[in-house]
């Protein structure tokens, strides 16, 4: 048998062949796009006629079936009621969130579902925005597989920067759901900033300003040879190209009330007015002028709009970007004259008002070689690739909120503060305020207000097992942990008696672990196999790695073994290699124990050799010098 | 046993052998190795020092980032990626701890065995202090015009580099205490700094 050996720190991602493609997905509220990189060069994936944008709409049919995409955008003035679009807003939102929002949005709520997620009534049935998503991933998916001829079971995903961890969890699991493994999830604007960067080798401070159909961020990166770092990111969740469709369409429907008099308008006809008023706001970033046709009860109505009008309808909200775009030029305590290009995302940004305000705030012209719908995609599809095969480069993003805890009175204590780079870990003490107290309430928010109330709630637990002490004197040390995902997870434990305690957040907005099992199995047919498989995937990355250290361990201290020690220790690794192949994830755990069992005397004898060398002092500097950077 | 020499390895937990306690990876079998307990300048390769080189420091820690930040590992076993995360959540404790002057002041004063507490918000002993912060202050809540709050800011700004100056000396000649001393005046002057931005940003935007 021939031995396999790499380079140490060389070795290559297992088995690249044998898994299905790695593409960027961007998952927008208006439109999904689909990308794929090979060598650093990148494809958007596209329909028969050429469209890359597959409209972010989902339509249900009587008989259960689903469509998405243009074919469901055409089914809504028909079915409105069987038709979603824009949920993207309802990621990671609360039942509580919505009386905020509720008005604004196409959708018919579930107001029946008691707290935690939203849900939708769409077609007789109640559906999550997670569920919802997954519907319009897996069209996505299915477009990548036909466009490639080649299965996709891995992406990168791109979220807003500004997502918070609720809505960032929620579009995680709508990508399980679909059946694809988030590699990442990336920001919109530093996908995008990677992009635009390595195809034009920016150096230097850069701004993305992204407009979408829901969500509006903006990032300042500091480009620098394939290193890609945020310096600070600001946003809205829900500030985008859709308020200017409600803004234009309230606006048609007050001029028909001035001459018509009060109309009841059914949802299908406030959905139509809405598409009405979309296409009014794209054709008036070409157009000077021009009227569109909206339709209640029957009877149709003409409204005319000039540029100048939109502008004046959309002003508030260019102002509101703008009062952003400061905040965030003052968190990366840069100057203006130190920025040295924008890259304008999102098809709102095609706007005219919208570049007017760019260059008033920047002082300078936006990059407009890039296509603002796809170049999100563009730079997810270079990260799948940059993390599935390798790359030089790197991205160093921030967290967008602050995050913290709730103390007494109701107050915020901040432990993380928003635009700290990720990963990072922070921990802050608390400690008991009754003496005797056993157990601690955590409720942890996410957020730049001072009072609980005005932040978002994310999670609470309960830590408990405190022991008994006088007020004051427990020391509880709670960690936050926030992965290069953005996600966060909490950690608390006691200090002075060192009673630890790891607890799961249950977060207040997610699913629960229950509920993404049950979906797992509704939407999959074959679920069980899928998620046993992913299960052996994972396992076997694992036993190949033991095999491969072994291997390297035996080419430097085989002079350890005896024949007979070698020998075992061979057929031990030989068993491993069979049950990788056999796909039964018992028996690769089995013979991996047997393995470290057949070695357990070797590792020994290596590790008593290591410690004698680093005795001999000369050594010592040796394995520094072979270590060391 | 001589202490110093075992604890110059450990096993590594891939393949089992030695492996020096300092090293980011097993020199045998390649794999990436836990962040181990050492301070924030040896962590990036940097000399301690109050004066540092923000580009070096920058490269430095790139350099590390490039090769153990978890987009790294995201085709690695679930140990390698947990501890490229604990490493590379460890750089950028120890980037964001050594680009900050205040931070790194405190910590390179705790280091040399000589903590100073700049959390802590309680009273200003010094009464020099106390009362020029108490003047500033007072300033900037007097001043109604951006240009105003501007000087202010300009002011003090430059009194922050002069701050840092002055510690870096201190510093330089062994003065721990008046080291410790500069970082309590330092910690007000950035502050009053953030309340300048701020309060620019809070007038700069009223209509």
């Given amino acids: ?629 | 046993m001589n202490a110093s020499a075992v604890a110059a390895v450990s096993p590594c937990w891939s393949c089992k052998g030695p492996v020096a306690t300092r090293a980011l990876f097993c020199s045998v079998c390649g794999a990436v190795q836990g962040p181990g307990a050492i301070d924030h300048y040896s962590r990036l390769g940097m000399t301690p020092s109050f004066d540092i080189d923000q580009d070096q420091l920058q490269t430095q820690y790139f350099g590390f980032q490039r090769r153990l930040h978890p987009d790294r590992f995201a085709a690695k076993s679930a140990r390698e990626k947990a501890l490229s995360q604990s490493q590379a959540t460890a750089l950028n404790e120890a980037y964001e701890t050594l680009k900050d002057p205040l931070k790194r002041a405190a910590y390179l004063l705790g280091l040399l065995g000589h903590p100073v507490d700049l959390t802590a918000c309680g009273t200003i002993n010094d009464r020099e202090l106390l009362m020029e912060q108490m003047e500033k202050r007072e300033a900037l809540s007097e001043a109604t015009t951006p240009e105003q709050v501007a000087k202010l800011a300009m002011e003090n700004e430059s009194e922050v580099i002069a701050c840092q100056c002055h510690i870096s000396a201190a510093f330089n000649s062994g003065n721990l205490d008046e080291a410790s001393h500069l970082s309590i005046r330092l910690k007000y002057l950035v502050k009053l700094a953030e309340e300048a931005r701020s309060k620019k940003s809070r007038i700069t935007r009223l209509p």
């Fill in chain 1, 1 to 629: 048998m021939l031995l396999q050996l790499h380079e140490p720190g060389e070795s290559p991602a297992p088995h690249e062949s044998e898994r299905g493609l790695a593409v960027g997905i961007d998952l927008g509220t208006t439109n999904s796009v689909v990308a794929v990189a090979r060598d650093g060069d990148t494809e958007v994936l596209r329909d028969a006629d050429g469209k890359g944008l597959i409209p972010s709409v989902v339509y249900y049919a009587a008989d259960g079936e689903i469509t998405v995409g243009q074919d469901a955008r055409r089914m809504l003035l028909e079915y409105p009621d069987r038709v979603v679009s824009s949920v993207k807003r309802l990621m990671g939102r609360g039942t509580e969130d919505l009386k905020t929002l509720a008005g604004t949005l196409p959708f018919k709520l579930d107001v029946a579902a008691d707290g935690g997620m939203v849900r939708l009534s769409v077609a007789g049935r109640t559906l999550t925005p997670v569920e919802v998503s997954a519907d319009i991933l897996r069209a996505v998916k299915a477009r990548a597989e036909a466009a490639q001829g080649k299965t996709v079971d891995r992406a990168v995903v791109t979220v807003p920067a500004y997502f918070d961890d609720a809505a960032r969890t929620a579009t995680k699991d709508a990508a399980r759901l679909a059946g694809l493994e988030v590699l990442r999830l990336v920001n919109e604007p530093t996908a995008a900033a990677l992009a635009y960067g390595l195809d034009n080798a920016a150096e230097g401070l850069y701004v993305v300003y992204d407009l979408g159909g829901g969500t509006f961020d903006v990032s300042i990166l500091r480009m620098e040879k394939g290193v890609f770092q945020v310096k600070a990111t600001g946003g809205d969740a829900s500030l985008g190209g859709d308020d200017i469709d409600h803004a234009i369409a309230e606006r048609f429907l007050a001029e028909r009330t001035a001459e018509h008099g009060a109309e009841t308008i059914t949802e299908g006809e406030a959905k139509q007015a809405l598409a009405a008023a979309r296409v009014a706001k794209e054709c008036l970033s070409s157009r000077r002028e021009g009227d569109w046709v909206i339709e209640v009860d029957g009877k149709p109505s003409r409204h005319k709009m000039t540029r100048d009008q939109l502008e004046a309808l959309a002003a508030p909200l260019a102002e509101r970007t703008v009062g952003i775009c400061r905040n965030v030029i003052e968190d990366a305590g840069i100057e203006v004259s130190e920025i040295k290009g924008v890259v304008l995302v999102g098809g709102s940004t095609r706007m005219p008002l919208i570049r007017r305000k760019v260059k008033d705030i920047f002082g300078l012209d936006p990059l407009a070689d890039i296509n603002p719908d796809e170049v999100v995609a563009v730079g997810a599809a270079l990260q799948a690739e940059a993390l599935t095969i390798g790359s030089d480069t790197l991205l160093l993003d921030v967290t967008p909120l602050s995050l913290g805890i709730e103390t007494m009175g109701g107050i915020v204590e901040k432990v993380i503060p928003r635009n700290t780079p990720i990963p990072v870990a922070m921990a802050q003490e608390f400690t008991t305020y009754q003496d005797g107290q056993t157990a601690m309430a955590i409720h942890v928010l996410q957020g730049e207000r001072e009072m609980v109330d005005q932040c978002r709630s994310l999670a609470r637990f309960v830590l408990r097992g405190i022991p008994n002490m006088a007020a004051g004197a427990a020391r509880i040390r709670v960690t936050f942990t926030v992965d290069a995902d953005g996600l966060l997870t909490v950690a608390a434990s006691e200090a002075t008696t060192g009673v630890e305690q790891q607890v799961a957040v249950k977060p207040s907005y997610g699913l629960t672990d229950d509920e993404m099992a049950n979906m797992l199995r509704d939407s999959l047919v074959h679920a069980k196999d899928d998620m046993e498989q992913r299960l052996f995937a994972e396992t076997a990355v694992e036993a190949r790695r033991s095999v491969l250290a072994v291997q390297a361990a035996l080419k430097v201290d085989s002079d350890l073994l005896s024949d007979a020690e070698r020998k075992d220790i061979d057929s031990a690794i030989g068993r491993v290699d069979q049950t990788i192949a056999s796909n039964d994830r018992d028996a690769v755990t089995a013979a991996m124990e047997a393995l470290e069992a057949a070695t357990k005397t070797f590792a020994e004898r290596r590790m008593d050799r290591g410690i004698r060398a680093a005795l001999a002092g000369v050594s010592v500097d040796k394995l520094d010098d072979a270590l060391g950077e």
